[in-house]
């Protein structure tokens, strides 16, 4: 092998390095604000519930209920993304 195969060879692995920890961090950060804006809807939801006055059973399987619908949103996004 030569200098100029093997100068190749790295920037070629270093592009393809650089590309991966990019989507793998982008990957990450997607996750985090994604969970951060699904406690915030939840949050919401709770609480307007709360101030109709509606059964605090009621309120707990309807949050259960959209934090496992967004939770499968947010997966299903990351898997695409990545």
């Known amino acids: 092998m030569d200098a100029a195969t093997i100068q190749t060879f ?3 692995n270093l592009n ?3 590309g991966a920890a990019f989507k793998v961090v982008a990957a990450i950060i ?3 604000i994604g ?3 699904i ?3 939840i949050s919401i939801t709770s609480s307007t ?7 605090t ?11 496992v619908l967004l939770n499968i949103i947010l ?6 993304w990545c």
């Open 16 to 18: 393809l390095l650089a």
């Open 10 to 12: 790295i920037a070629t």
């Open 75 to 80: 997966v299903v996004a990351w898997i695409l």
């Open 57 to 67: 059973t009621l309120i707990s399987y309807l949050t259960s209920s959209l934090s």
């Open 49 to 55: 519930l709360k101030k109709q006055r509606i059964d």
């Open 35 to 37: 969970r951060k804006l």
């Open 39 to 41: 406690d915030f809807s």
């Open 30 to 32: 997607l996750w985090f």
